[in-house]
């Protein structure tokens, strides 16, 4: 059997190994077994797995595989965040993720779509178009490969915190992405606890309410701005989902969680998204949610038509809102030298929704770059 025929057995989490053991007539504690071996000791040939019978490693080498990204390339900012380039595919196509370790975590950001299709108006990954959901097994793997990076180099923790805001919107791939967060939590596997993993949206509403069903991770939501006119501008999905209706998805996914809050995240533009007269509306339309606020100083890209709103802005909006009861924190970029910050992941691959060639006559017309 060739290997492409072979199941990746990185793309099932522990039902799925279950019922794959129980197909080959074994018991269901082996994926267990199987689970600790590739996530916690990273070993990834069945030969070594020495708790499992001779004739179980032949089975599994016959029908079974366990396929990952190849390293593309590493690149370390001078503030120590690194970014991996991961291909895919067997070609040139690559995805990002970003590690940054600060003194009481270390957080991996990781990427669940090859581009993005949501077009946010700010965003460097959209700009570059969609190419294709990334599977279960593709997600997993940048936290496998990054967090025994780590251990292999001595660290003792690993990762300890995930955040999926790297390339994509999560929530418009669900199974995959979903896949992956019960190993990122499987004590089987990484172990990491519910509240340090979080999933970022830019308020896909149906697959938040589909979300409180399956999991119960931590939810950020890009809102970006404090009326819908203004946000369907920079968030065109705001179009089909707005304000109220994503709000109503938020309360509704911490109601009845004493502790859980959400986290709003709020792009910093300048002349756009950033006055006091936004800082108040925005604070009235949270004001009754347990929630934080992130402001997101903007990460500029080749190209990008905004700039980020100046220090004092931010300031103020931060100190506006907090005064009203609401904590607060601008999120300090990191890995700009890298191009590794919010907003500046493109990975590398080939636009299949013709969106980025549409974007370039744009940027042309605005530069006043005649197209013929
Ligand atoms: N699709 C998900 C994950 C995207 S990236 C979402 O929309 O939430 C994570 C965060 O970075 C989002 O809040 C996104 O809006 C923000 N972001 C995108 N481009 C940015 C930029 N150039 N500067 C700062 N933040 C940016």
Do not use: Q, R, T, V
């Given at each position: 059997m060739s290997d492409t025929q072979k199941i990746n057995l990185l793309n099932l989490n522990r039902a799925g190994l279950e019922s794959f053991f129980s197909e080959i007539g074994?018991?269901?504690f082996r994926a267990k077994q199987l689970m600790q071996w590739v996530h916690q000791r990273g070993m990834i040939d069945f030969a070594h797995m020495t708790d499992m019978s001779k004739a179980l490693r032949e089975t599994l080498s016959l029908n079974a595989c366990i396929e990952f990204p190849r390293i593309g390339a590493m690149q370390k900012s001078a503030d120590g965040t690194r970014k991996w380039l991961l291909n895919v595919d067997g070609t040139e196509n690559a995805i990002e993720c970003v590690l940054i370790p600060e003194k009481s975590r270390t957080t991996l950001c990781i990427s669940s779509q090859l581009g993005c299709t949501l077009n946010c108006s700010f965003c460097a990954t959209g700009k570059q178009g969609f190419n294709r959901n990334l599977s279960t097994a593709e997600i997993i793997a940048q936290l496998h490969l990054v967090h025994h990076s780590l251990l292999n180099e001595g660290q003792e923790q690993g990762i300890t915190n995930v955040v999926m805001m790297g390339m994509g919107e999560p929530l418009l791939n669900f199974d995959a992405v979903m896949g992956a967060v019960d190993m990122m939590c499987d004590d089987y596997a990484y172990a990491l606890s519910k509240r340090r993993v979080t999933i970022s949206t830019a308020g896909v509403v149906p697959a938040i309410k589909k979300m409180n069903q399956v999991t119960d991770v931590s939810l950020a939501v890009s809102l970006h701005a404090p009326n819908d006119a203004l946000r369907e501008q920079l968030v065109p999905i705001n179009r089909k989902y707005p304000i109220s209706e994503l709000l109503d998805a938020c309360r509704a996914y911490i109601d009845g969680y004493k502790s859980r809050k959400i986290t709003f995240e709020y792009v910093m533009l300048k002349g756009i998204n950033d006055s006091l007269a936004h800082a108040q509306e925005l604070a009235k339309l949270i004001g009754g949610i347990p929630c934080k606020l992130n402001l997101i100083p903007f990460n500029p890209y080749p190209h990008a038509i905004y700039r980020c709103s100046d220090k004092t802005t931010i300031d103020r909006f931060r100190e506006y809102v907090s005064s009203k009861g609401i904590i607060t924190v601008t999120r300090r970029a990191r890995g700009e030298d890298i191009g590794?910050?919010?907003?500046q992941l493109v990975g590398q691959f080939k636009d299949r929704s013709r969106r980025s060639q549409k974007i370039k006559i744009e940027l042309e017309q605005i530069r006043g770059v005649s197209h013929a």
């Open positions: 074994e018991k269901p590794a910050a919010c907003g």
